[in-house]
């Protein structure tokens, strides 16, 4: 099963931006769709954008025109810009990567926004 690692959470005050890594143990060029998901405490975990093989892009309503997710096949990476944050972005974020039928997750990295 590939390994997804995440980076790149933190602390950071309402307005601010961050940018999230999800490198892959192996190439991403089969992956059919790579994606973010997050999960708020005592929340359910919910889709936050999502990039497929072609570069389709699909974005929860929430997070459309401030993030942005990109794919960087040579480094098996997938990033997740964060722009305009708002408290309410607070969740620890998760890659998720679907190469056939099999799908994988990473441990997860935490966003904080503070008002």
């Known amino acids: 099963q590939v390994q997804l690692v995440e980076s790149g959470g933190g602390l950071v005050q309402a307005g601010g931006s961050l940018r999230l890594s999800c490198v892959a143990s192996?190439?991403?060029?089969?992956?059919?769709?790579m994606g973010w998901y997050r999960q708020a405490p005592g929340k359910q975990r919910e889709l936050v954008a999502v990039?497929?093989?072609?570069?389709?892009?699909n974005y929860a309503d929430s997070v459309k025109g401030r993030f942005t997710i990109s794919r960087d096949n040579a480094k098996n990476t997938i990033y997740l810009q964060m722009n305009s944050l708002k408290p309410e972005d607070t969740a620890v974020y998760f890659c998720?990567?679907?190469?056939?039928?099999?799908?994988?997750w990473g441990q997860g990295t935490q966003v904080t926004v503070s008002s």
């Open positions: 998720y990567a679907l190469s056939g039928l099999r799908g994988s």
């Open positions: 192996e190439s991403i060029v089969s992956f059919s769709m």
């Open positions: 990039i497929t093989s072609g570069g389709s892009r």
